[in-house]
C-alpha cells in the first residue's frame, strides 16, 4: 500500500515538473502564424532572411518580439537587423526597428535571445510583419579539411529544418539556396525537396515552441574564405585639406587547408580546375577622389595594383605576392587621401565631425578585429561618436611632429565585422581655430631666433685682441 502511494506521489510530482518545465519554456502572448526563412550559403558569409507574421493571443499588449538562437549561432552572430513593413508589393515600405540582445532565465537548452522592439505595442488580435536579417560568420565547416590543388572545396553547414522560436508557429518552410548543383548529401526532414541548388524543407504546420530538427548540408563551395584576423585603420584629420587614411591587413584564406606542392604552371595553365577555392586579388571600394595610394608590404611597395576612380566611388584592385589557397595568411599596408571637405563638417552648434565608412573596404570579407583609430586635430576637445552598433570606444593620445600637448585619438574596436557593418559613423569634436596657428608660429619663432642668434654671433668680436 505504501509503495503504491509513493509510486502515484511520484506520478503527480513528474507531472508538475514538466507543466512548470513547459510554461517556462515557452512564452504567452504571441503566435507566429506563417514564418519563411531564406539561408544564402552563396558565399563563406551565412545571411538569413526572416520573415514573420506575428499575431497577439492575450490580452495584454505586447511591445517585444524575442528572437531565439542556439549557443553556437549566438556566438557566431555579426549582424541582427529587423524592421516592421507596411503596404503590399510595389508600395511596401519597410521600417526599422531598434534589435538588443536580453536574457531569459531558464531557456531551454541554452538558448539565446535577440528582442525586437515594436514601433507600437501590439494589442490583442492585432497582427504585424516583421523581416528579420542575420548574418553568421564562421559557420561553414570545410570537409575534407585539407585539398590538393586540383580538388574542390566541400563545406558542411548545420541547422535546423523548422525555425526555432520560443513561439508557437502555425507554419512555416525553408529555403537553403547552395551556390553549386553539386551537393553530397543533405538530412532529410520530410517534406523536403531539392531544386537544382536550391533545397526546401516544409511547410511545416503547428510547431510547438523550440522545436528542433537538425539537418546536415555536405555541398560545394569555391568561394574564397577571406577573412582579415586584424585590420587596424588610422585616420588622420588634418584641417589644413587632408584626411590621411593608413590600414594594416592581417588576411589569411579560411577555407579547407592546402596541401600537398604548390604548382605555380598547373596554377597559371588551369585556372577553371587548379586552386578554384583560392584567391590572387581583391577589390577595394575607397571613397571617390582619393589620390596618394599606396599599396605595399614589409618588402617594399607592390606594383600589382590598379585603380579605377569616377565621381561616385574609387575601386582598387590588389594582388598579393602569392596566391592564397586554405591556411595560407598575407600581411599588407594601405594608404590613401582624400579631400577634407568630402568628410568634415559642421554641425548647427558649431562643433566639427568626421562622417567616414566603418567596416572593411573589400567585398564578401571577413574580419576578425577590427581597431579604428581616428586622430584628431591638436588643441580638439569634447570628442563623441555616433555608430549604428555597439563598439568598444577608448581614449588615447599620439604625438607627432611639433605637437606640445598631444593629438586625441579616439578609438573604436569590433570584433566579427560583416560586409553590412561598413556604414558611416561620425566623430563630432570642438576645435579653436588659434590652434592652426600654432605650429606655423612655431616654425616662424625657431626661423626668428636662429637668424638672431646667427646676426649677434656674427657682430660679436670675440678675439682676445686690444
Given at each position: 500500500m505504501a509503495a503504491a502511494i509513493f509510486s502515484l506521489f511520484i506520478f503527480f510530482f513528474s507531472l508538475f515538473i514538466i507543466q512548470t518545465t513547459s510554461s517556462s519554456s515557452s512564452l504567452p502572448g504571441l503566435q507566429i502564424l506563417h514564418a519563411e526563412r531564406q539561408i544564402d550559403l552563396s558565399s563563406h558569409i551565412?545571411?538569413?532572411?526572416?520573415?514573420?507574421?506575428?499575431?497577439?493571443?492575450?490580452?495584454a499588449p505586447a511591445s517585444k518580439v524575442l528572437l531565439a538562437f542556439t549557443p553556437t549561432q549566438f556566438d557566431h552572430l555579426s549582424l541582427v537587423k529587423a524592421a516592421i513593413t507596411f503596404g503590399k508589393k510595389k508600395k511596401k515600405s519597410y521600417v526599422p526597428l531598434e534589435?538588443?540582445?536580453?536574457?531569459?532565465?531558464?531557456?531551454?537548452?541554452?538558448?539565446?535571445?535577440?528582442?525586437?522592439?515594436?514601433?507600437?505595442p501590439l494589442a490583442k488580435g492585432e497582427t504585424t510583419t516583421l523581416e528579420i536579417l542575420y548574418i553568421l560568420t564562421h559557420s561553414l565547416?570545410?570537409?575534407?579539411?585539407?585539398?590538393?590543388?586540383?580538388?574542390?572545396?566541400?563545406?558542411?553547414?548545420?541547422?535546423?529544418?523548422?525555425?526555432?522560436?520560443?513561439?508557437?508557429?502555425?507554419?512555416?518552410?525553408?529555403?537553403?539556396?547552395?551556390?553549386?548543383?553539386?551537393?553530397?548529401?543533405f538530412t532529410q526532414v520530410e517534406p523536403a525537396q531539392r531544386s537544382g541548388s536550391d533545397l526546401r524543407y516544409g511547410p511545416y504546420e503547428e510547431r510547438s515552441p523550440y522545436s528542433n530538427s537538425p539537418v546536415v548540408i555536405h555541398f560545394e563551395n569555391n568561394h574564397p574564405f577571406a577573412v582579415v584576423e586584424e585590420l587596424e585603420r588610422e585616420i588622420e584629420i588634418s584641417h589644413w585639406g587632408t584626411v590621411q587614411v593608413t590600414e594594416h591587413y592581417k588576411l589569411?584564406?579560411?577555407?579547407?587547408?592546402?596541401?600537398?606542392?604548390?604548382?605555380?604552371?598547373?596554377?597559371?595553365?588551369?585556372?577553371?580546375?587548379?586552386?578554384?577555392?583560392?584567391?590572387?586579388?581583391?577589390?577595394?571600394?575607397?571613397?571617390?577622389?582619393?589620390?596618394?595610394?599606396?599599396?605595399?608590404?614589409?618588402?617594399?611597395?607592390?606594383?600589382?595594383s590598379r585603380l579605377r576612380t569616377n565621381s561616385k566611388k574609387s575601386e582598387l584592385l590588389i594582388e598579393p605576392r602569392y596566391p592564397l589557397f586554405g591556411g595560407w595568411k598575407a600581411t599588407f599596408v594601405i594608404g590613401y587621401a582624400v579631400p577634407l571637405q568630402d568628410f568634415l563638417f559642421e554641425s548647427a552648434?558649431?562643433?566639427?565631425?568626421?562622417?567616414?565608412?566603418?567596416?572593411?573596404?573589400?567585398?564578401?570579407?571577413?574580419?576578425?578585429?577590427?581597431?579604428?583609430?581616428?586622430?584628431?586635430?591638436?588643441?580638439?576637445?569634447?570628442?563623441?561618436?555616433?555608430?549604428?552598433?555597439?563598439?568598444e570606444q577608448?581614449?588615447?593620445?599620439?604625438?607627432?611632429?611639433l605637437d606640445i600637448?598631444?593629438?586625441?585619438?579616439?578609438?573604436?574596436?569590433?570584433?566579427?565585422?560583416?560586409?553590412?557593418?561598413?556604414?558611416?559613423?561620425?566623430?563630432?569634436?570642438?576645435?579653436?581655430?588659434?590652434?592652426m596657428l600654432a605650429e606655423p608660429l612655431m616654425l616662424v619663432s625657431a626661423f626668428f631666433l636662429f637668424f638672431v642668434t646667427s646676426l649677434v654671433y656674427l657682430h660679436i668680436d670675440l678675439s682676445l685682441r686690444k
Open positions: 551565412v545571411r538569413v532572411y526572416l520573415t514573420l507574421k506575428v499575431e497577439n493571443v492575450e490580452d534589435v538588443s540582445p536580453t536574457e531569459l532565465p531558464n531557456s531551454p537548452n541554452e538558448s539565446k535571445y535577440y528582442a525586437v522592439s515594436l514601433v507600437k565547416e570545410p570537409f575534407p579539411v585539407e585539398i590538393s590543388q586540383s580538388e574542390s572545396q566541400l563545406v558542411y553547414y548545420h541547422d535546423s529544418a523548422v525555425i526555432l522560436s520560443p513561439y508557437h508557429i502555425k507554419q512555416q518552410a525553408t529555403i537553403v539556396q547552395i551556390p553549386s548543383n553539386k551537393v553530397e548529401s589569411a584564406n579560411a577555407g579547407a587547408k592546402h596541401k600537398g606542392v604548390f604548382s605555380r604552371v598547373e596554377y597559371q595553365s588551369k585556372p577553371t580546375a587548379s586552386g578554384v577555392s583560392s584567391f590572387k586579388h581583391l577589390l577595394a571600394e575607397l571613397p571617390p577622389r582619393v589620390h596618394s595610394v599606396y599599396y605595399r608590404d614589409d618588402i617594399g611597395n607592390i606594383s600589382s552648434a558649431g562643433a566639427r565631425y568626421l562622417n567616414f565608412s566603418f567596416g572593411c573596404p573589400f567585398a564578401d570579407t571577413v574580419v576578425d578585429k577590427l581597431t579604428v583609430k581616428v586622430v584628431l586635430p591638436e588643441g580638439s576637445k569634447d570628442p563623441s561618436v555616433k555608430v549604428s552598433f555597439p563598439v577608448s581614449l588615447k593620445t599620439k604625438y607627432s611632429y600637448v598631444g593629438r586625441t585619438v579616439v578609438v573604436l574596436e569590433k570584433k566579427n565585422v560583416a560586409p553590412e557593418h561598413n556604414v558611416p559613423f561620425q566623430v563630432h569634436y570642438k576645435f579653436n581655430p588659434i590652434f
